[in-house]
């Protein structure tokens, strides 16, 4: 099993910035991919970036260009560098990963519990 836990979630003002870190434990032998996904109240849960590893990442369009995510493979580490905020943004950010617990296993698909954020003066 994987277990996901994200920090770095809160209340920030419009045009603020706030950081989200990700951390992957438990029996790990491959990560294959990892991303961050959102949900807002009364919405569907959405991409909001992802990578894979040695690949490029994927965004949103709506957070191209504010938006950074990164990777710390040796760790099993993910971080969402959220700039220039917007009250669109708000929502429960979930990280999530997609991982072999052993060589012989199969992918799984693993979630965070959610971590909140909140843009608003």
Do not use: H
Not at 12 to 26: D, F, T, Y
Not at 51 to 76: E, H, L, M, Q, W
Not at 97 to 108: E, K, R, S, Y
């Amino acid at each position: 099993q994987v277990q996901l836990v994200e920090s770095g979630g809160g209340l920030v003002q419009p045009g603020g910035s706030l950081r989200l870190s990700c951390a992957a434990s438990g029996s790990i032998f491959r990560i294959n991919a990892m991303g961050w996904y959102r949900q807002a109240p009364g919405k569907e849960r959405e991409l909001v970036a992802a990578v894979a590893t040695g690949g490029s990442p994927n965004y949103a369009d709506s957070v191209k260009g504010r938006f950074t995510i990164s990777r710390d493979n040796a760790k099993n580490t993910a971080s969402l560098q959220m700039n220039s905020l917007k009250p669109e943004d708000t929502a429960v950010y979930y990280c999530n990963a997609l991982a072999q617990g052993t060589w012989f296993g199969q992918v799984g698909d693993y979630w965070g519990k959610g971590t909140l954020v909140t843009v608003s003066s």
